[in-house]
């Protein structure tokens, strides 16, 4: 049996395929909703980041300058380890929710970065101009100097965002159940040719999310581009 007909063979067993569906489900819940935690968590650290000085702010700029630090600082497994072992160490604490949280902090620092980032890139004629008309700073973030940045800062969050989801697949290093975890399981209770056939198929899957996630991200950048042309 050559390498093809083993992995149609893989396709074509439920209890394969029910396996790698059920760490495929669980591999996308941990990427969608740690993606927009990131999301949460990296917009507001910008904003405050690129905020102006007050005796306040001085104190939340200090607090994400460290925050940014040490998450861009360290490796992911070793997050990934202290939010499981460490932090949410509760009896029955859900798993899931460990990895939401863990990922979506990571993910927010480098968030954070692009969009202060594609922010500060604005033209500060920009903010002038909304100065000159009367509008407040606050207004003219929000109303003219977002705007344009959300356009610049699409192409590097698009790549967060691909990263984010392969970096799901450690999870499977604190026990949890995700597509390479799946394909582990298969390889390791029957014939296929070990790991190579799953993990091709498993491979298989993140190109298919990935792929979706770029096409996603370029629809939307072309639609922005088509109302720049209006």
Do not use: H, W
């Amino acid at each position: 049996m050559n390498f093809f007909e083993k992995i149609f063979e893989l396709f074509s067993t439920e209890k394969y395929m029910d396996i790698i569906f059920e760490g495929f489900k669980t591999t996308v819940i941990i990427s969608v909703f740690a993606a927009i935690l990131g999301l949460l968590i990296g917009t507001m650290v910008a904003l405050v980041s690129i905020s102006e000085v007050s005796p306040v702010t001085k104190v939340l700029k200090a607090i994400c300058k460290v925050y940014i630090t040490i998450i861009r600082g360290t490796p992911m497994a070793l997050q990934l380890f202290i939010m499981a072992y460490v932090i949410f160490t509760f009896r029955g604490f859900p798993e899931e929710v460990t990895a939401i949280i863990a990922f979506g902090i990571n993910s927010g620092a480098y968030v954070a970065e692009n969009i202060r980032g594609g922010i500060l890139s604005v033209d500060i004629g920009q903010t002038e101009a909304g100065r000159a008309l009367g509008l407040t700073s606050r207004v003219t973030m929000f109303k003219i100097v977002i705007p344009q940045a959300i356009k610049n800062v699409i192409p590097a969050i698009g790549n967060e965002l691909i990263a984010l989801i392969k970096e799901t697949s450690i999870v499977s290093m604190i026990g949890m159940f995700d597509l390479t975890m799946a394909a582990k399981i298969i390889g390791s209770g029957n014939n296929m040719a070990s790991y190579v056939v799953p993990m091709s198929v498993v491979a298989l899957f993140y190109l298919a999310i990935v792929y979706l996630l770029t096409f996603a991200i370029k629809l939307i950048e072309k639609r922005l581009r088509a109302s720049d042309k209006r």
